[in-house]
């Protein structure tokens, strides 16, 4: 028989491939379970996954990991987070643990208004710098593509400004980042019409000159209204992005409905979505991207995740990182969509994999273990995908491999040479 080259071959105990988008409770079939599976690459591609007995009579590989103790997933796909500001609010968090709201904090000025206010006066390297140490925390946890927004402009210029960043941090970063243009709350002394002309007349063209695909509303009680939001994603349709929206977060005020009209890619939070709607993301193609650690620290209610999850929904879970809480950690992530938002292990791992790059427009390319796919995996001290939210060690990653190569290696990944 012929055998082929490959830069590296990765055996394991359990691949976890997750060929295709899940709906529904996830056993080992729609997860793609191979079990004593190899995965073999070439140029930073996967170019087969199978057993590994048949990969190893395929494949010549320069080198090798033998992982055959553990199971190897895609790299963790995060959908939603707000990576892009200057400054920290420690001092609300403390408030709202005493009971404040994070309404009565914004409306006083604080909360995304102060961060808006104080990411303006930073300058673009304390940006880029911050910026490029949080996504390295996130690579830590296993993230190997992360969406990052913007919206802490404080002017339609600072927007841009923000947006010329994210393009910079593009072209830079290990990690894949997919940018988002994010219309987050009311700019001081901006009235909705002038911004409306600001998006038509040079943040969308500009953001679509920088390769920006989506267009992001936070539609909420204190942020935009059901309305503004239509006229701003249906705007940015029409331009060319892909709207995704924060719907139903604090209150239910129809922002979910007009996330199901422009047909959103996503719709996210959705912690006080009515049943109905509910029923009707399920059928849809929309992914619902849930934020199980601003749950439950910061809105204080569970989003409606198995009536999702029974009903079918894609359901895909975030960090949502941003200065209301840091959180960088994808791993604890998943350990919280477990046993707080009680998603079976299965589920949580696709929804922090395939579904996240379903609604990214990535499937295929990240988030799945498919010939083809970007060989960016992770290596996992489990021996089956029931001890994600089970075992809570510190750290349950051996390694990440990102294009191919080892780059966080806590858990001490040993690359053979030669096979
Ligand atoms: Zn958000």
Same mark, same amino acid.
């Given at each position: 028989m012929m055998s082929f080259n490959a830069d590296l071959i990765v055996r394991a105990k359990l691949v976890l491939s997750l060929p295709d988008v899940v709906r529904g409770r996830a056993d080992c079939r729609p997860l793609g379970c191979v079990e004593d599976g190899a995965i073999a690459i070439s140029n930073g591609r996967i170019v087969s996954v199978g057993l590994s007995d048949d990969i190893l009579r395929r494949y010549r590989a320069r080198r090798y990991i033998d992982a055959s103790r553990y199971i190897v997933t895609p790299g963790l796909v995060d959908p939603h987070t707000h990576l892009l500001y200057h400054g920290s609010r420690e001092d609300e968090r403390e408030e709202i643990l005493g009971g404040v709201s994070y309404g009565d904090i914004l409306a006083r000025g604080g909360g995304i208004l102060r961060t808006m206010r104080e990411t303006s %006066?930073?300058?673009?390297?304390?940006?880029?710098?911050?910026?490029?140490t949080r996504i390295d925390a996130l690579l830590e946890s296993g993230v190997t593509t992360v969406e990052v927004k913007t919206g802490y402009g404080l002017s339609p210029q600072d927007e841009a400004r923000l947006l010329e960043i994210l393009g910079e941090a593009v072209k830079t970063s290990l990690v894949d980042i997919v940018p988002t243009l994010l219309a987050h709350v009311p700019m001081p002394g901006v009235d909705f019409k002038t911004l409306v002309e600001a998006y038509r007349g040079s943040l969308v063209p500009r953001a679509l000159e920088l390769g920006v695909r989506f267009?992001?509303?936070? +539609?909420?009680?204190?942020a935009f209204n059901p309305e503004e939001s239509r006229t701003i994603l249906r705007l940015g349709r029409s331009l060319g992005l892909v709207p995704r929206i924060h719907a139903d977060e604090f209150s239910y005020i129809g922002c979910s409905d007009v996330g199901l009209e422009v047909q959103a890619v996503s719709l996210d939070h959705l912690n006080q979505t009515p049943s109905e709607i509910v029923k009707r993301i399920a059928v849809s193609?929309?992914?619902?991207?849930?934020?199980?650690?601003?749950?439950?620290?910061i809105v204080g209610k569970k989003p409606p995740s198995r009536e999702l999850l029974d009903l079918g929904a894609i359901v895909a879970i975030a960090t949502d990182h941003s200065p209301a809480l840091m959180n960088l950690n994808m791993v604890e992530t998943i350990n919280l969509a477990v046993n707080y938002l009680s998603i079976p292990p299965g589920n949580a791992i696709a929804a922090a994999t395939v579904n996240a790059a379903h609604s990214l427009g990535l499937?295929?390319?990240?988030?799945?273990? $498919?010939?083809?796919?970007?060989?960016?995996?992770?290596?996992?001290?489990?021996?089956?995908?029931?001890?994600?939210?089970?075992?809570?060690?510190?750290?349950?990653? $051996? +390694?990440?491999? %990102?294009?191919?190569?080892?780059?966080?290696?806590? =858990? =001490?990944?040993?690359v053979h040479e030669g096979l």
């Open positions: %006066k930073a300058d673009r390297e304390i940006l880029l710098t911050s910026l490029a267009i992001d509303v936070f +539609c909420d009680r204190g193609d929309s992914t619902a991207i849930l934020a199980p650690s601003t749950a439950l620290a499937k295929g390319e990240v988030g799945s273990i $498919v010939e083809g796919s970007k060989a960016d995996l992770v290596i996992w001290s489990f021996p089956h995908y029931r001890w994600f939210g089970y075992l809570m060690h510190r750290s349950p990653i $051996v +390694c990440v491999i %990102k294009n191919g190569m080892v780059v966080k290696n806590p =858990g =001490g990944c040993v």
